[in-house]
C-alpha cells in the first residue's frame, strides 16, 4: 500500500464513514482515528444516547471495536457514559473542536443584527450557512419566535442539492470545484442527483441573475426558503451563504420573490461589506433593509 498523493486535491466526502471506506489502500490513512470519528458522527439529533450495539450497527464496526473507541472517546471526554441506561452521549469537550472554526468567522456576530431584524420582520428564520462536502452547515442562525417545524441551529447539517442554502453556496465556487461538487452529489445519491439536478441548477442560475434564489418547499414541505451567496474564500476553500425561511401559510402570492428575494440578496451586500469581499456578481439595485422591507 502507498500513501495517497496529497499534491491532488480531492472534494471532501459527506462523511468519516465514506473517507474510511475509500481509503483502505492509503499507508498513510490513521484507520483507528478514523473509526473514532465515524463513531462520534454516529450521534445526531434524534440519535443523542447510543450503545455499542447501536453504534456497531449504525456504523459497520464490530462490536469489540466499538467498545474500545467508546471507552477511549469517553476518557478523552469527547463522550459520556450514562450506567443506569449503558449508553453514551455526545460530552462538551467536542464543542471545543468547533470552537476554533467558528472563532475564525468573526463576520457572525456583526453580521447576526442584521439577520435578527429580518427574521423578526418577515417572521422567520435568517442563517448563515457554510459548505461541507455535499452538505451546508449552519454557523449562525436568528429567529423569529414560532417558525414552525424547522428551527436551524449551529451545526446542523442540510443537503445542498435540495436546498436553496445549498444552490446558493454552490454560486460562489469556482468553475473546477463546481463541477467536482455535481460530481459528488451524482456519485453519493445518484437518485437525489436525478430528481433536483435541474432545480438545483436553475438555482445557480438564479443566484447569478437576481443575486438569490427560492426554494419552494423542496427540503421540507411546509417551508419555503429564499437564498443568497456569500463569498468563497480561496484561502481555507470556504463558501458562504444565507438564507430566510418562512413557513408557507405565512407568505402572501408572490412575497417570497417580490419581496424576500431581493432583501435577503441585499442583506448578503450588506454582510460582504462587512467582511470586505468583492461583488460576487455585478452591483445590483439594491433596497435598503428595513423592518418594513421598503
Known amino acids: 500500500m502507498t500513501p495517497r498523493d496529497s499534491s491532488k486535491p480531492r472534494h471532501p466526502l459527506s462523511s468519516a464513514a465514506a473517507v474510511l471506506a475509500e481509503s483502505v489502500d492509503d499507508a498513510a490513512f490513521a484507520t483507528t482515528l ?26 459497520g464496526i464490530p462490536r469489540p471495536t466499538v467498545a474500545r473507541l467508546t471507552h477511549t472517546l469517553a476518557e478523552l471526554g469527547y463522550l459520556r457514559y450514562d450506567a443506569e441506561r449503558a449508553k453514551y452521549r455526545v460530552a462538551a469537550r467536542a464543542l471545543r473542536i468547533a470552537h476554533p472554526l467558528l472563532a475564525g468567522m468573526q463576520f457572525r456576530q456583526m453580521a447576526r443584527p442584521l439577520m435578527q431584524e429580518l427574521a423578526l420582520s418577515v417572521r422567520g428564520t435568517v442563517s448563515i450557512g457554510l459548505l461541507d462536502a455535499t452538505s451546508m452547515i449552519y454557523v449562525e442562525t436568528a429567529r423569529s419566535g414560532d417558525v414552525g417545524p424547522h428551527a436551524p441551529d449551529i451545526g446542523m447539517p442540510i443537503p445542498v442539492v435540495m436546498t436553496a442554502m445549498g444552490r446558493a453556496a454552490a454560486a460562489t465556487l469556482p468553475p473546477a470545484d463546481a463541477d467536482r461538487l455535481e460530481r459528488n452529489i451524482g456519485a453519493e445519491d445518484p437518485e437525489l442527483w436525478s430528481a433536483f439536478r435541474d432545480k438545483y441548477r436553475a438555482g445557480i442560475a438564479q443566484c447569478k441573475s437576481r443575486g438569490f434564489c427560492t426554494c419552494w418547499g423542496e427540503y421540507m414541505a411546509s417551508i419555503h426558503a429564499v437564498a443568497a451567496p456569500l463569498f468563497h474564500t480561496s484561502e481555507s476553500r470556504q463558501s458562504f451563504s444565507i438564507n430566510c425561511g418562512i413557513p408557507a401559510f405565512r407568505l402572501q402570492p408572490g412575497q417570497l420573490e417580490g419581496e424576500i428575494g431581493p432583501r435577503i440578496a441585499a442583506l448578503a451586500d450588506s454582510i460582504r461589506a462587512i467582511v470586505g469581499q468583492a461583488e460576487l456578481a455585478p452591483p445590483r439595485k439594491t433596497k435598503k433593509i428595513t423592518s418594513a422591507g421598503k
Not at 463513531?39 to 434524534?46: M, S, W
Request: charged share 15%; glycine share 12%.
Open 34 to 59: 478514523a473509526k473514532g470519528l465515524v463513531v462520534l458522527e454516529a450521534f445526531k439529533a434524534g440519535s443523542t444516547l447510543l450503545g455499542n450495539m447501536e453504534l456497531s450497527a449504525l456504523t
